[in-house]
Every structure is written in C-alpha cells, then in structure tokens.
T-cell receptor, first 114, second 115 residues
Framework: ELKVEQNPLFLSMQEGKNYTIYCNYSTTSDRLYWYRQDPGKSLESLFV?????AVKQEGRLMASLDTKARLSTLHITAAVHDLSATYFC??????????????FGKGTKLTVNP | DGGITQSPKYLFRKEGQNVTLSCEQN?????MYWYRQDPGQGLRLIYYSQIVNDFQKGDIAEGYSVSREKKESFPLTVTSAQKNPTAFYLCASSSPRRTGSYEQYFGPGTRLTVT
C-alpha cells in the first residue's frame, strides 16, 4: 500500500524567511503533484513533477522530485503572508489493470506571520 | 470556460435522509473522483470512475453510492447508512490518456451538514 508522509504538518514562519516542506512516499513512482488549499476552499494545482530530477518554480515556491529517494520538497523563499495555506503532496498509484488514483499526504498547514 | 462545478455549495439535511451531491465537468475528462475532507484533515477517496458506466470503491465507500451514466456527470449519494456524513466533499477529474499525467482538477466543493 502506498503511503505518503508530509512533514512538518504545521509550520509557522516569519515573513522573509525560507523553509522547506518534505513529502516522502513508500513505493516506486515518478509522478508527484503539489496542491494548495486556502481555508474553506477547494484544492488548486501548484506543480506537476513527472520525472526524476524535475524542478519547477513559481514565484516564491520551488518544487523538486528525487524518485530514487522517494522524496519531494517544496521550498519557500522569503515567505509572505499570502502564502499562508495548507499544502498537499500527492503521488499517483498505477494499479494492475490501469486503475488510476492519487494518494494524498495529510497536508502541511503553513502560517506566515508578519 | 472549462471546469468542474459542484452543487449545491452548502447542504443541510436531517439525519436518516439520503442526499445527492452533483458534480459536472466540461473538460472532456475520462476519470472522475469523489473525496471527503474532515476539518483539519487530508483527503480520503470515496469512489472513482475511469469511464462511463464503470466505477470503483475508494478507501471509504461504505454509506455512499455513485453513478456514471454520462462522461460529464458523477453524482454522489450520501445514504442514511453513512454514520458521520457531515464533511466537505470534493469532486475531481483527470485525463491521463490525453495529458500523460494524473493531475486532478478539483471542483469548488460541497459542505454537507447533517443534524
């Protein structure tokens, strides 16, 4: 069974600081997804990482994937208050017969303080 | 504009009543999914469907039912057998055969409260 673990689950940081959120998963996969969820809202896709070594950046966020280590990181540079949200990573699980589903981590709730 | 719609946004029901949540997509996606999210928690998969007239149980299917009669629509019924139905329900879709990725696109969600 595929397990996806994020840490930390809660992160409080000051504006202007850097930090990294980690996403570890338990079985072989070369596709990983990051989503953002604002309070009371739905999930918004941030990054799609489709191969080992993939790196994507959008503004102050940068995501990377190391499939050998089964690890993805979401790095936050010079945090601002607008980045406060819950961030989820998800790994796809291609089963026998071609069934498709994503397994989500529990999410990291990020709070950026002035 | 292409997207996923869910209705209603908020739904209130009495215990013991069945209720159906709507999910429609005009993205021409093959696969559709239903998730449940409880406060402060992650997403749990209820049901998913890869093609019309076919669907599979997810991790927490008990007390729920679905149908997939049209590609665009994947309604979820929360039955009276579901013991704790109050939650935020999210519908999603994807089209890996076309895009090469299993990235899922989410609807705005339905917040169900059962008293």
């Amino acid at each position: 069974e595929l397990k996806v673990e994020q840490n930390p689950l809660f992160l409080s940081m000051q504006e202007g600081k850097n930090y990294t959120i980690y996403c570890n998963y338990s079985t072989t996969s070369d596709r990983l997804y990051w989503y953002r969820q604002d309070p009371g809202k739905s999930l918004e896709s941030l990054f799609v990482l489709l191969s080992n070594g993939a790196v994507k950046q959008e503004g102050r966020l940068m995501a990377s994937l190391d499939t050998k280590a089964r690890l993805s990181t979401l790095h936050i540079t010079a945090a601002v208050h607008d980045l406060s949200a819950t961030y989820f990573c998800a790994v796809d699980m291609l089963r026998q017969g071609g069934s498709e589903k994503l397994v989500f981590g529990k999410g990291t709730k990020l709070t950026v303080n002035p | 504009d292409g997207g996923i719609t869910q209705s209603p946004k908020y739904l209130f029901r009495k215990e013991g009543q069945n209720v159906t949540l709507s999910c429609e997509q005009n993205l021409n996606h093959d696969a559709m999914y239903w998730y449940r999210q409880d406060p402060g928690q992650g997403l749990r998969l209820i049901y998913y469907s890869q093609i019309v007239n076919d669907f599979q149980k997810g991790d927490i299917a008990e007390g729920y039912s679905v149908s997939r009669e049209k590609k665009e629509s994947f309604p979820l019924t929360v039955t009276s057998a579901q013991k704790n139905p109050t939650a935020f329900y999210l519908c999603a879709s994807s089209s890996p055969r076309r895009t090469g990725s299993y990235e899922q696109y989410f609807g705005p969600g339905t917040r169900l409260t059962v008293t």
